[in-house]
């Protein structure tokens, strides 16, 4: 619940802030931001030696799963795409 209310603060935030021309380079951050955060998120998982001993264990289903989490986020977000273009050009 608390991440929910710092990320509707922070959209609301962003609302307001949205003419001030310096945060117009803030996506770009934002997306280094999480391509760091998944690299240390890897690194934390890789060196946790529980973690990679039961990869093997884990199997084919554990890795599908992931895989079809990830194909749906992202069919997800490119169906959210062609909506938000669509209006955009409306």
Known sequence: MTIILILLISIAVGVMLRKVPMLH????TATLTVWML???????????????????????????????????SVLAA?????????????
């Open 25 to 28: 380079h803030l996506g770009k």
């Open 38 to 72: 998944i690299f240390v998120f890897g690194i934390s998982l890789g060196s946790n030696k529980e973690i990679v001993s039961d990869f093997g264990r884990m199997g084919a289903t554990a890795l599908f799963v992931a895989l079809m989490g990830v194909a749906g």
């Open 78 to 90: 490119l169906g959210l795409r062609c909506i938000i273009d669509k209006n955009r050009k409306k």
